[in-house]
Structures are given as structure tokens and as C-alpha cells.
């Protein structure tokens, strides 16, 4: 029997190189280990301006994760992959397809008359 199935394929790749990565002293809990060592980190997509940042671990490696947890949930963030994800789909960017709709075809103009009433404004 064939396998049917569709193989499931990234639409995009994000890397290294799209995030820029701060470390800082975290403070708080965890005494000394946490005052000297810079285990907080905050994580920026460049492209989007979407951040996540974590100090609640000891370890920067775990601190990692979480920030690029938060950052992968953001508004900001969701909002830049879904444009892009429209982009590559569509092979438009968003301004072109603003720019179709925009079209004179595709609008309607209406003034209002002295009466109050509104009418079409033929162009």
C-alpha cells in the first residue's frame, strides 16, 4: 500500500543570525551565583522587533529557551510570521495588495448634500 501522505515542509527557517542575544545579571534569588554570573538573557528578532527575555533560572542555557519561548508567543512576533507567511503564499507583499484594493474600480465615494443626505460622488 502507497503512503499518500503529504510531507510536511517549512514554509521559512529562522536562524542564529535573526536573533540578536543580551545577557545580564539577573539578581534576585539565588544568592551570589546570580549576582556575578550573567544569566539572564533577552532575545531580539531583528526583523520583527519582537523580544523575549528570562532570568528565572540559574542557567543561561534554560534562560535561552524560556526567552525564546516568550518571544515565539509574542503579538509582535506572531504579527511578522503571519506577513511574512502571507508574503510567500501570495507572492505579494502586504503594500501590494493594499495598493490593489485601493483601486479606483474598487472605491466609493459619498458626499453629503445640505439636506444631510448622502449620495454617490461620480469621479
Given amino acids: 500500500m ?3 501522505e503529504k510531507k510536511w515542509e517549512p514554509l521559512f527557517t529562522l536562524t542564529k543570525k535573526d536573533f540578536e542575544m543580551q545577557t545580564f545579571r539577573s539578581g534576585g534569588k539565588g544568592g551570589q551565583h546570580q ?3 550573567e544569566s539572564g538573557v ?6 520583527s522587533g519582537a523580544v523575549g527575555e528570562s532570568r528565572s533560572d540559574k542557567s543561561q542555557h534554560r534562560n535561552k529557551g524560556l526567552a525564546l519561548q516568550r518571544l515565539a508567543v509574542s503579538g509582535k512576533f506572531k504579527a ?3 506577513r511574512i507567511a502571507y508574503e510567500i503564499t501570495s507572492g505579494k ?3 501590494q ?3 490593489e484594493a485601493i483601486q479606483p474600480k474598487n472605491l466609493r465615494v459619498e458626499i453629503q ?4 443626505n448622502w449620495k454617490e460622488e461620480k469621479t
Fill in 2 to 4: 502507497k503512503n499518500t
Fill in 35 to 37: 549576582n556575578k554570573i
Fill in 42 to 47: 533577552r532575545l531580539i528578532h531583528r526583523a
Fill in 80 to 82: 511578522w510570521v503571519n
Fill in 93 to 95: 507583499t502586504i503594500e
Fill in 97 to 99: 495588495r493594499v495598493e
Fill in 113 to 116: 448634500d445640505e439636506n444631510g
